[in-house]
């Protein structure tokens, strides 16, 4: 299949690709037409770099003043049994009486003991940031890529059920004017459309939302509405400019 051909189909692939929801055969099948096709590749490129921005929404975790004060003083502790060993060795090789063989084994033992301990500290440092980090960081679960008319992506819109909220990011060159205000609203099958928050002009947002605001909704859309927004319970009146559909991701 020529995807150059069909835009809109080649930006969810990409899309998909980059969030790793692309899985088996198909995602084989894609990174083969990227190594052949440029076209294809940039647009796959483009959609990595717009996803690895959203990191920027995590705050940093910083290990504990502890933890390296602990590391630093078995780093010291090796480099003193290393530079004993040096001096022994020295002293050896200028002809001074040799220790020994037993007490040369010993400070040998000693500094393996200590460097193994040192390892041991710094693995379950490592260890224990991993741990902290994975618990902190986001579960997406759902996923949304919004285009316009055009099938141009216009909005990544992401669920974290661990943290109860919608995460969007701007990835087109859309922005609304000071008197206006972007909506989002989920598309329930055979349902009213049901706003799940107004929008800021940040290129990265998030709004609260439980796990039953976004279960069965095929679709997100965005509409362009008076500042504000529309009030609750009414539906879009101004004209929707992006919509897409909703993609439960398997975590």
């Known amino acids: 299949m020529n995807l150059i051909a069909h835009p809109e189909l080649l930006e969810l692939l990409a899309a998909s690709h980059a969030l790793g929801t692309l899985r088996g055969g198909a995602r084989r099948r894609f990174e083969a037409m990227a190594r052949e096709q440029a076209p294809v590749r940039a647009a796959?490129?483009?959609?990595?770099?717009?996803?690895?921005?959203?990191?920027?929404?995590?705050?940093?975790?910083?290990?504990?003043?502890?933890?390296?004060?602990?590391?630093?003083?078995?780093?010291?502790?090796?480099?003193?049994?290393?530079?004993?060993?040096?001096?022994?060795?020295?002293?050896?090789?200028?002809?001074?009486?040799?220790?020994?063989?037993?007490?040369?084994?010993?400070?040998?033992w000693r500094g393996a003991a200590v460097a193994g301990a040192l390892a041991t500290v710094v693995a379950v440092t490592v260890g224990l940031n991993l741990r902290d980090q994975l618990q902190n960081a986001p579960v997406v679960q759902y996923v949304a890529v919004l285009s316009d008319d055009k099938a141009a992506a216009s909005m990544l819109v992401t669920f974290d059920p661990k943290k109860k909220q919608l995460v969007l990011q701007r990835v087109g060159d859309y922005r609304e004017g000071d008197d206006k205000s972007l909506q989002l609203w989920a598309l329930p099958p055979g349902g009213a459309p049901r706003s799940l928050g107004v929008l800021g002009n940040a290129p990265a947002l998030k709004l609260t939302a439980s796990e039953s605001d976004v279960q069965a909704v095929p679709a997100l859309a965005i509409s362009l509405e008076a500042k504000g927004g529309v009030p609750a319970g009414s539906g879009p009146k101004g004209p929707i400019l992006f919509k897409g559909a909703l993609i439960e991701k398997t975590i």
């Open 44 to 108: 796959a490129l483009v959609w990595q770099g717009r996803l690895a921005s959203m990191t920027e929404l995590q705050s940093p975790v910083v290990p504990d003043t502890a933890v390296w004060t602990r590391i630093r003083n078995m780093i010291d502790a090796e480099q003193s049994a290393l530079a004993l060993e040096r001096q022994r060795a020295a002293a050896s090789a200028a002809g001074e009486p040799r220790q020994g063989g037993w007490l040369r084994s010993l400070a040998l």
